[in-house]
């Protein structure tokens, strides 16, 4: 009896969309950098029409890019600091081991 490995690995080489959600892009703005030639070309398969990014170039490509200055947009998806209320802050001045609500 003989069984298929099931292998677990990240793929070489990403189709279009896979590529673009690789660097954190949207499909349309990924294509507008290729046809710029400003991010990695795709490979052509032999004999066929099918192309595909090379993961380690579009790493090398991420890694060349200059570092940013700017910081994330306010809404990041971070968890927020809550805000407690006057009220809230006293109560568990007064009775710190008490559970607030």
Do not use: H
């Amino acid at each position: 009896m003989s069984t298929t490995p099931v292998l677990q690995f990240a793929p070489a080489a990403l189709e279009r969309d896979q590529a673009a959600a690789y660097v954190s892009l949207g499909i349309s703005t990924f294509e507008r950098l290729v046809q710029a030639r400003r991010a990695p070309l795709p490979r052509m398969f032999p004999d066929t029409r099918r192309v595909a990014w090379l993961r380690s170039e579009l790493d090398a490509w991420l890694l060349g890019l200059p570092p940013s200055n700017l910081l994330p947009p306010e809404n990041t998806g971070a968890p927020k600091r809550s805000r407690k209320t006057k009220a809230q802050i006293i109560a568990q001045q007064v009775a710190p081991n008490a559970q607030t609500a």
